[in-house]
């Protein structure tokens, strides 16, 4: 025999708040207390009014109740001889007890639903932020909207596929999990209501998209409102596609239109996809910089100096730069600067490079050919660049600058190895005896140049004139396309020192009276002469050659007869929230500055330097990572007057290694192109044409670099 008790539901009032408890995952709303029409559907953690609790209807107990919408229904009370509703009381406390996280220092800012559903899809909070409609006429709740100031902000995710930065997309979800409802039919429903739904979106309606709410592509950017060890909570405004899908498909499918619009509000990506820059992390100004470094590999920025114990903000590419504001490591780990916050990285897969610390000379530049260890304990990964002091110095070892110290690592394990010159190098060529402009009528074609194995390997070539050998026009033809260094170009509007001209003359055709078969008697000499002009270009001795027939692409301008005439402007440069205000001088669209003038501006940042002149070498060396000593007179404004800019002798060097950069003398004062300086350094610098404005970003590197990962 089987006995039944009566189950009471719980004991409300009207005017209670409610939420569906946990457990239940989805919920018809009847248009009366009994099992008939529904109006609606209610999921877990929906907060609901009480309107008038336990009301006896056909079938069994309801409650009658108001939604967040304004929707009036009524809910079974049980369900499964178990109450659907509790007290906001009882549900919030056990929300925060099944919430808490097990490490809160590590996930401080947990994922609420019964907070979050008020934001999610639908939610009655979605569009309390300011709206944001510059086109479509839709309902609000399908209108752009900006995150409401309710839902607080608790760090920013970019979005990233694998720490290698791979690019493509990833998907947003509705619900963190198997969602009660499917969101997607939903939500296409309710676009074919407003007259927006998708083409050929019919066929989308599965259960396997039931939580794909759109695409994001990797590196974009978002509000976290939340997140624990799977998923991220993130605001987005949301928006009707006008294109109905026809124009952008977010999905790279043929169905993609149909996730092409959503609405505003909370939605819920992979946390194995999102880099969090946690709020806890970021400070409201800028830290002092100890020291820099350069990334001996792929370097995961961390929230915590801990090897497991931690939340992934980003990742630093093998050689970029990383801003360390103490250089005492933490449990194996630096403290930098990142993003606008205090993060982590592994000291050990960091090449440290301390303020105010002179580096040697250095011979060769090189990258590691493996993933091996330094002699003092750091390790690098293949690719890593490295400064050689001295190569093989002991037969087996090379000593390098490594943590701003002579280090040493088996030469077995360095590829690459480029000579570096020196200011001394320079200075052996003795003064210019002209200038070499490329300012003719043909000079947008620029002029080559070749370094010393180069202009050896075309003279081998007998300057390009092949007529016998096939097989060796070919290989000439491939070395001079292959452009690897050993050629490259002066480009129109350049100019560069010269400092000496060799004459050179030879039989054009000599090679054909080797020919069998052919009498060489019956071959007229063809005689090609031209000169070979020794310059300074790119940081590098150089040799250009021209012969007396071509065109010209230059003008050879003889001791100081090179000169241009400019005014001396007033130019804004910005620098985080500064701006400063310096004589600029702009000779051929390009502003040329004092180079302590822009000493003193990136004074204090990552690419703080200082100015020596060297009056042996005629040479001027920036100090990477000095502190700027001022000489006073810097950054004092434009005149506008007209001076004449004279081709200057002297030459810049970065840490004793000659640099690119282009050096005009006015009124006895060496003017660089903002530019080369700034390219020297690996530093951004861009062109605000609206505003007039030159803004520099010392913590980005000068180029993007298209295989950077993400983040």
């Not at 009480?50 to 309801?62: A, H, M, R, S, W």
């Not at 509705?174 to 676009?191: C, M, Q, T, V």
């Not at 690098?380 to 000593?399: H, M, P, Q, R």
Request: with cysteine.
């Amino acid at each position: 025999m089987l006995f039944c008790t009566n189950v009471s539901a719980a004991d409300f009032q009207a005017g209670d708040t409610a939420y569906v408890k946990a457990g239940i995952e989805s919920m018809s709303v009847y248009q009366n207390p009994s099992y008939g029409r529904s109006v609606a559907v209610v999921i877990q953690y929906n907060k609901v009014t009480i309107l008038e609790p336990n009301v006896v209807g056909d079938g069994g107990t309801f409650h009658k109740i108001q939604l967040q919408d304004g929707t009036i229904g009524y809910v079974p009370a049980l369900a499964g001889r178990k109450d659907t509703l509790e007290t906001a009381e009882v549900a919030e406390k056990e929300i925060e007890k099944s919430t808490a996280s097990s490490d809160p220092d590590k996930y401080q800012h947990t994922i609420n639903m019964y907070f979050l559903s008020d934001y999610i899809y639908g939610g009655s909070k979605t569009t309390e932020g300011n709206e944001r409609n510059f086109y479509a006429k839709v309902p609000t709740e399908w209108v752009r909207h900006d995150r409401p100031e309710s839902l607080p902000m608790v760090g920013m995710a970019v979005v990233h596929i694998g720490d290698e930065g791979k690019f493509g997309s990833v998907k947003a979800s509705f619900y963190p999990g198997n969602p009660p409802i499917n969101y997607h039919s939903k939500r296409l429903d309710e676009l074919k209501e407003i007259g927006y739904d998708p083409p050929f979106a019919e066929k989308s309606r599965t259960e396997a998209n039931a939580n794909t709410a759109f695409y994001v592509g990797a590196s974009s950017e978002f509000d976290v409102v939340a997140y624990n060890e799977n998923w991220v909570a993130v605001w987005s405004e949301g928006g009707v596609d006008e294109s109905r899908g026809s124009i952008i498909d977010c999905s790279g499918r043929k169905d993609g239109g149909a996730f092409t619009s959503w609405k505003p509000g909370v939605y819920f990506l992979p946390r194995k996809n999102c880099y969090i820059l946690d709020i806890n992390n970021q400070v409201a100004t800028a830290p002092k910089i100890e020291a820099v470094g350069k990334a001996t590999a792929n370097l995961m920025v961390k929230t915590t100096p801990d090897e497991t114990d931690y939340v992934k903000s980003g990742v630093y590419k093998i050689n970029q730069s990383v801003q360390i504001v103490d250089a005492t490591p933490q449990n194996g780990h630096y403290k930098i600067y990142y993003k606008h916050g205090l993060y982590y990285v592994e000291s050990k897969y960091v090449n440290i490079q301390l303020a105010n610390t002179e580096k040697p000379l250095i011979s060769y530049k090189a990258e590691a050919n493996a993933d091996c260890d330094i002699s003092d304990g750091s390790s690098v990964k293949k690719g890593t660049v490295i400064d050689v002091i001295e190569k093989d110095y002991d037969g087996t070892n090379s000593k390098i600058w490594f943590n701003s110290k002579v280090c040493y690592i088996p030469t077995s394990n360095l590829v690459d190895l480029t000579k570096t010159q020196s200011a001394d190098d320079v200075a052996k060529l003795g003064a210019p005896i002209g200038v070499l402009s490329v300012d003719t009528a043909w000079g947008e074609w620029g002029a080559l140049t070749y370094s010393a194995e180069g202009l050896a390997k075309l003279k081998e070539y007998r300057f390009g004139y092949i007529n016998a050998d096939m097989d060796k026009a070919l290989e000439y033809s491939e070395w001079v396309s292959s452009n690897n260094g050993e050629i490259n170009k002066i480009e129109d509007k350049d100019w560069v020192n010269v400092y000496g001209i060799e004459e050179f003359s030879f039989d054009r055709d000599e090679d054909m009276r080797n020919i069998p078969g052919i009498d060489p008697s019956e071959i007229e000499p063809w005689i090609i002469t031209g000169k070979i002009y020794t310059i300074y270009y790119n940081g590098e001795i150089r040799y250009l050659v021209q012969e007396d027939e071509s065109r010209e692409t230059f003008t050879y301008y003889p001791g100081n007869g090179f000169s241009k005439n400019s005014v001396a402007k007033t130019q804004t440069i910005c620098l985080d929230s500064r701006k400063y205000n310096t004589v600029a001088y702009n000779i051929d669209d390009n502003n040329y500055f004092k180079l302590r003038d822009i000493a003193q501006i990136l004074n204090g940042t990552i690419k703080t330097f200082d100015v020596k002149y060297d009056g042996a070498t005629n040479s001027i060396d920036m100090l990477s990572f000095y502190d700027y000593t001022s000489v006073g007179g810097e950054l004092t404004p434009g005149d506008d007057v007209t001076r004449t800019a004279f081709s200057s002798s002297a030459f810049l060097t970065l840490d004793g290694v000659p640099i690119k950069a282009t050096c005009y003398n006015i009124d006895g004062n060496n003017y660089f192109k903002l530019r080369d300086i700034t390219d020297a350094l690996d530093c951004r610098v861009e062109w605000d044409d609206n505003n007039q404005l030159i803004w520099v970003v010392p913590s980005v590197p000068a180029y993007d670099d298209p295989n950077e990962a993400v983040g």
